[in-house]
């Protein structure tokens, strides 16, 4: 019987500003998706990192199951209810359409999903991370599916060798979903051509080149394409299969010990890096900084275990201080160079209005006499 995992988030609003949801939303959406089990779905957890919460659901349906979405929908509604009744800042956040209208794509919430017939067992991780963009998964699925210096198993399992298919979505295109497919190792250099640009390439899919199995999947979210405005970052999920036919859980981990800067932190519109935190971590300092947490667990007919918590050990407190220092590095350029986003990404329309408001300002020197040849080639 084939096993559908579905998770989809949403900030609906949070404590103390963009910080993290309280317990009383939390227990609203829990005892909301909990109707679900009745019928739809077999099991579900609801988990957070920051403000965002995620709806990690396990059912029969397929991907894009109108009532599966729905149930997500309306326990965010429910939730968004709470929030403005607790007074919780940016209630409602990202539901960004009225009403529901078959499917959260392109309504706001982040969504990633995968369908597969279970191996006899079936460990897989989930992703949440607050304060970036989904292009912050480029480099770790990068690294750990396409790098042999990352992923030892590219050499050493016979499954894996054959390397993996990714499909890469174009995000800065709006009409449609515009995608690519790519295969390692032959289209290394290709791959890393467009995973270059985090905010336009972003890592949909990965496939199995052994068995064709779905290995990974991404929420591809732009809340700015969808709303024409800044309505608050795309905080992305992700699922990963792991272990024999796929890379392994420590090789699917690795790369985050880099700590890599991504785009977001503050206001959706600078550059921090990507902290790996335990769960329940909220955001901090300048709003930040861009984290991830990590979430294991094996389902089995339809059954999720209870999650282990990936970045809950004692290595990654080492790269936990080199994040806060790498951040710190990075904010004491404030707005200069790399250090803020560049004009087309920004999230605030502020900048928009500044040279807006200075362009009258703006001369432009009258242009200097031609010069004469004799100055030009002096004799
Ligand atoms: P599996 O072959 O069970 O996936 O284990 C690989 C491994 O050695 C994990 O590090
Ligand atoms: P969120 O997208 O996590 O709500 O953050 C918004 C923001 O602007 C933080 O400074
Ligand atoms: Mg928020
Ligand atoms: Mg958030």
């Known amino acids: 019987m084939m096993t559908t995992l579905t998770v989809i988030k949403a900030d ?15 227990d609203t959406i829990s005892r909301h998706v909990a109707r679900g089990m009745d019928d739809l779905i077999s099991d579900f957890y609801v988990a957070h990192t920051g403000d965002d919460i995620a709806i990690l659901m396990v059912h029969d349906k397929g991907v894009g199951h109108e009532e599966i979405h729905r149930l997500a929908w309306e326990a965010f509604k429910a939730g968004t209810a709470t929030a403005q009744e607790q007074g919780l800042y940016g209630a409602g956040q990202d539901l960004l359409v ?22 006899a067992n079936e460990p897989f991780l989930m ?15 990068y690294l750990a599916f396409a790098d042999p210096m990352n992923t030892g198993g590219l050499l050493l399992s016979p499954e894996i060798t054959k390397g993996f298919r990714f499909r890469v979505m174009d995000v800065s295109y709006t009409h449609g979903d515009r995608v690519i497919e790519l295969a390692t190792p032959e289209d290394l250099y290709n791959l890393a051509a ?11 899919s990965i496939f199995s080149r052994h068995d064709g199995e779905q290995a990974a999947a991404v929420s ?10 800044y309505t608050g970052k795309d905080d992305p999920v992700m699922l990963v299969r792991v272990q024999k036919n796929f890379p392994a859980t420590g090789e699917i981990l690795a790369p985050y010990a880099i700590a890599h800067y991504v785009g977001g932190f503050m206001r959706g519109s600078h550059v921090g890096p990507l902290m790996p935190v335990k769960h329940g971590t909220g955001c901090s300092y300048f709003d930040g900084p861009p984290i991830v947490s990590g979430w294991g667990f094996c389902v089995k007919n339809g059954r999720l275990t209870e999650p282990v918590d990936l970045f809950d050990h004692p290595f990654w407190d080492a790269v936990r201080s080199r994040a806060a220092d790498k951040a710190m590095e990075m904010r004491r350029q404030g707005f200069s160079g790399p250090a803020m986003l560049p004009y087309s990404e920004l999230e605030y329309g502020g900048i928009v209005r500044i040279l807006e408001k200075l362009e009258p300002r703006f001369t432009i020197r009258a242009a200097k006499k031609e010069a004469k040849e004799t100055e030009l080639v002096p004799a």
């Open 220 to 229: 591809t979210t732009r809340l700015h394409n969808i709303a024409g405005k």
């Open 194 to 204: 467009l995973l270059r640009d985090n905010d336009r390439f972003v890592v949909e």
């Open 98 to 119: 009225d009403s529901f209208s078959g499917n959260v794509k392109g309504a706001g919430p982040a969504v990633a999903e995968m369908e597969f017939q279970p191996r």
């Open 127 to 141: 992703f949440l991370a607050d304060k970036t963009e989904p292009g912050a998964y480029n480099l770790p699925l």
């Open 12 to 26: 609906v609003g949070s404590i103390g500003g963009h910080v993290a949801p309280s317990r009383n939303l939390l």
